[in-house]
């Protein structure tokens, strides 16, 4: 007999378990399948940058957070409310942030001896009364997943508890009625050289469903509609694979090979691994022996003729900053990602900051100006790539492009671009045209000097990073030229078209929420929820870190108070007072973690 | 070979040289500039790309197109260029301290990955545009600016490196030599992929005479030829053969009162661009890629 079903309008699921169990593996295929049942949905993976920490350990708790709902939203969620915790480190790592009266669903075959006393229990929560706040649904997992298994030859024990991550699936797919062709098209998918296997796995996932469907542990199945977004085609995306696709996009829009130089390192790796795979679109990736070598060789592509980009993380970009110096100096076309991640030094490779804001921007010896731009979402990531390459081009200027590793791992549904209409990348490179060729001549309205690519005849000119003169290019000690050049490259920086700063304005507010880069999805959620409890605040959100757009201080002055909130100590407010001399306050975080809705709305209602 | 009928005036450019009168740079940009026209490349299809130090000045005086970068990074530079545009001929000019100490990271990998790219090392056992301190070649015990009491500083041997290093072609040559060192221009030239050539070049600012065993005493100078014995080493050369040319780098004035000169090693291995372009051109052949379709890849769905 089928169970009742209750209608809800939002979700928020976390799956959390050992970084062996395949958290992100669940995870993502449980995002998918909501992909396919047409919700709105934002992910957070959360993960220890270890590969495999020690089994049963609190550090090696791997998690992934998904909100989805039948309305847009822009946040995986500030709190789950529902949590699946694979084993008792796991449990410990994640209760505090279910709010009592949630739904805990836990593989009580983990809770052993000796997993509970490494995540430090001292007795085991499930029989302690520990948990009598919430809606404990204890599931002998790993048994029914073995015991499912037994009858299929050529998989071992092992390999049978291995598959429990997909049972846990199947019984959350068919609690939120989710689609389930999919993911077996998946497992067979990638399981296809040991069919064994694959049906190991899809028979955990059948039997984890009809678990939920039969057990009277399950009283109610429940569904979310789908959500009313615009029309299209849409598929789900991460901010990496987003990117990686607005580069591939603006090389064809330029009509220039694409040169990635790269070397690996959490979390930007992910883009050197999807550009490696399209060769098809002329892309040359080079993993380079460290990070300078990476973007020496973009920039050595970039010499030549090609839209040289290089990708990193915030220590691979201190080791960038000389070269990015060299191509300031040289005014030679050059992309620079930063997926930023929590510093200092190492840091916490797999989670998201905004601390690297003044680095890109001041971070190189001297009078060294680069235009600064931060995508907004994962999706967004596409267009601003496409953009940081449109002025990199077009300026001849290194253009620094700041992600995050939120942007970066986090998934959303993304409306598949119709790349007809996306806009050329005008590229003409310079040919002799008589007379004395000046590599230093500039465009009047960009200020960009001449491209003139090795295998021009009649061009030939050298470069450096020595000061140049002023038209000739040749090395000029001269104290006037030195300034001058200085000055140009300002002014060039300076006039980089960036669109206006658009403002969520709303009738009455006096307070503004000025915003940058990877946060935007929290703080918006943040503004709306100040605004569904009556409060009234305005919201704008900048892409250009360097240079602002032009409205930008016009808007400041125009509210009474600004908040700033920021994943790092107070970089774009520090900018924001020097430049505009607004007396902008902050709201600063640095847990590693993206903001919350509920924080930001307090942030913005103890300012009212 | 050329029809171009370029000369070695033709190479020159309009910016005044300024290298310390006596330097032995100006044999080596002399001997190059004489050389070029045998390349039978129109100059645009040439590029030269240095670092910095001394030697990192010499694009500025050759009429190619050049970059004269930053500290030790030249052959990363030109790994970019060389994979990006095979139909170049990429040069490196560095220095001892520029390719053996601050870029000897990238020197090693540009070899070992074979590269497309020709790298003249000036070896002078002395940093000379910062006055006059020990480099990464000079002899233990070196009494420098930075080293009152002498080096503590083992060298390099940097022929050895460049074996060490899986280097397809490696040779030695002296600044004033002119004949010696056309000769190994123009194999190094003929060879498709990383060429290596130290050329030892007197500082006579802050190292004068280092090299004076060889380069003022000729009857030192012991050239090799492939197949034929090399001196009284009791070494047959063979250039195919690593052993041959690891051991012939091992050969010193101080182990046998001569110093080899011309090619250690000269053997054929596929150029990492030629590798690259290999995998692209097998890609296309499975079609040129649709942008379309790639953002559109992956489990869709439809709203509306």
């Known amino acids: 007999m089928a169970k009742p079903v209750e209608q809800l309008e939002s979700v928020v699921i976390r799956f959390a378990g050992d970084s062996g169990d395949g958290m992100q593996l669940t995870g993502g295929r449980f995002t998918t399948e909501t992909a396919l049942t047409g919700n709105d949905l934002a992910t957070f993976p959360d993960f220890p940058a270890e590969i495999r920490a020690p089994a049963g350990s609190l550090p090696g708790v791997s998690g992934f957070q998904l909100h989805f709902a039948d309305h847009d939203i822009l946040t995986p969620g500030d709190q789950p409310d529902v949590l699946v915790a694979m084993n008792p480190a796991a449990l410990k790592t994640n209760l505090p942030d279910l709010p009592k009266g949630g739904t805990l669903i836990v593989d009580t075959d983990a809770f052993s001896a000796r997993n509970l006393q490494k995540a430090g229990y001292g007795e085991n929560p499930l029989e302690d009364g520990s948990l009598e706040g919430w809606q404990v649904h204890a599931v002998p997992l790993t048994t029914m997943t073995v015991g499912a298994l037994k009858e299929i030859d050529g998989v071992t024990p092992r390999e049978a508890e291995r598959a429990k991550n997909m049972f846990a699936l199947g019984l959350m797919s068919w609690l939120y009625g989710r689609p389930v062709d999919s993911t077996i098209e998946f497992l067979n998918t990638k399981f296809a050289k040991r069919p064994a296997i694959a049906e190991a796995n899809v028979k955990a996932f059948n039997t984890g469903y009809a678990f939920g469907e039969t057990s009277e542990a399950f009283a109610v199945q429940y569904e979310v509609k789908p959500a009313k977004l615009e029309p299209g085609l849409y598929r789900q995306i991460t901010g ?40 098809a679109f002329g892309v040359r990736t080079f993993q380079a022996e460290d990070e300078i070598a990476a973007v020496g060789a973009a920039l050595g592509a970039a010499f030549g003729g090609a839209l040289g980009v290089t990708t990193s993380a915030g220590p691979g970009i201190v080791l960038k900053a000389e070269t990015v110096g060299l191509a300031v100096a040289l005014e030679l076309p050059l992309v620079i990602v930063d997926v930023q991640r929590a510093g200092p030094s190492t840091g916490m490779p797999t989670k998201p900051e905004q601390g690297d804001l003044l680095l890109v921007l001041f971070g190189r010896n001297s009078e060294s100006p680069v235009p600064v731009l931060a995508p907004a979402t994962p999706g967004d990531c596409f267009q601003a790539a496409i953009e940081a390459a449109r002025v990199a081009l077009t300026y001849r200027t290194p253009v620094y492009l700041l992600s995050d590793a939120y942007l970066a791992n986090g998934a959303e549904p993304w409306k598949v671009p119709d790349v007809s209409v996306l806009e050329p990348i005008e590229v003409t490179f310079a040919e002799a045209t008589g007379g004395d060729f000046m590599p230093y001549a500039r465009d009047p309205e960009t200020l960009a000097r001449p491209w003139a690519i090795p295998g021009t005849p009649g061009l030939e000119h050298r470069v450096g990073g020595l000061e140049k003169a002023n038209l000739t290019g040749n090395v000029s000690y001269d104290p006037d030229n030195h300034d001058l050049m200085t000055q140009l490259r300002a002014q060039k920086v300076a006039g980089v078209k960036v669109p206006d700063l658009a403002v969520d ?5 006096d307070v503004l929420v000025l915003s940058w880069g990877g946060t935007y999805g929290p703080v918006h959620a943040g503004v709306r929820r100040v605004r569904a409890n009556g409060g009234k605040v305005a919201h704008a959100h900048l892409r250009w870190l360097n240079p602002f757009p032009a409205n930008t201080g016009a808007v400041l002055r125009s509210y009474d108070r600004v908040l700033v909130p920021e994943l790092n100590l107070g970089q774009l407010r520090r900018l924001i007072r020097a430049e505009f001399l607004v007396d902008a306050v902050g709201y600063n975080r640095v847990t590693g973690k993206p903001f919350k809705a509920g924080e930001i709305a307090e942030a913005v209602e103890a300012l009212s | 070979m050329t029809d171009l009928k370029l000369t070695a005036k033709e190479f020159k450019s309009d910016q005044e040289v300024r290298w310390c009168p006596g330097c032995g740079d100006y044999a080596i940009l002399a001997a190059v500039q004489s050389f070029m026209p ?24 050759m009429q190619t197109y050049g970059m004269h970068s930053i500290h030790g990074r ?14 170049l001929s990429v040069w490196v000019v560095s220095g001892d301290g520029d390719a053996l100490s601050i870029g000897g990271n990238h020197l090693i990998h540009a070899l070992r990955r074979n590269v497309n790219i020709k790298i003249l090392l000036f070896n002078n056992q002395i940093y000379g545009l910062t006055k006059g301190q020990y480099s990464p070649t000079s002899e233990q015990g070196k009494v420098s600016g930075s080293t009152p009491f002498g080096s503590v500083d083992y060298p390099f041997n940097p022929l050895s490196v460049a074996l060490g290093a899986e280097a397809t072609f490696v040779a030695r040559a002296i600044d004033t030599d002119k004949a010696g060192f056309t000769n190994v221009l123009r194999r190094a030239a003929a060879h498709r992929g990383a060429a290596f050539v130290e050329i030892y070049q007197n500082c006579n600012i802050y190292n004068d005479g280092a090299f004076d065993f060889v380069r003022d005493a000729k009857e030192n100078r012991l050239y090799l030829e492939h197949g034929a014995p090399a001196g009284d080493t009791g070494i047959v050369h063979d250039e195919q053969d690593f052993s041959t040319a ?42 040129v890629g ?15």
């Not at chain 2, 299809?45 to 005086?61: K, L």
């Not at chain 2, 051109?281 to 499975?286: K, L």
Request: net charge negative.
């Open chain 1, 240 to 279: 990496n694979t987003a990117l990686s696709y607005g580069l591939i996009a603006a090389s064809k829009l330029s009509g220039l090979p694409l040169f990635l130089g790269a070397y690996p390192i959490t979390p930007a790796s992910s883009i050197l691994e999807e550009l490696a795979r399209h060769k």
């Open chain 1, 505 to 509: 304005h709303q009738e009455g507010a």
């Open chain 2, 38 to 61: 045998e390349l039978g490349l129109p100059r645009e299809r040439i590029v030269f790309i240095s670092g910095i130090g001394c030697a990192a000045r010499f694009p500025y005086y």
């Open chain 2, 74 to 87: 030249a052959p990363a530079i030109a790994t970019g260029l060389a994979v990006s545009r095979p139909d």
């Open chain 2, 246 to 287: 690891f051991a012939l780098s091992r050969v010193t004035y101080e182990t046998h009162g001569a110093v080899p000169l011309g090619v250690f090693r000269d053997v054929e291995r596929a150029s990492y661009d030629e590798l690259v372009q290999a995998q692209l051109d097998r890609s296309a052949e499975r079609g």
């Open chain 2, 290 to 304: 649709d942008l379309q379709a790639l953002v559109g890849s992956g489990d869709t769905w439809s709203i509306g």
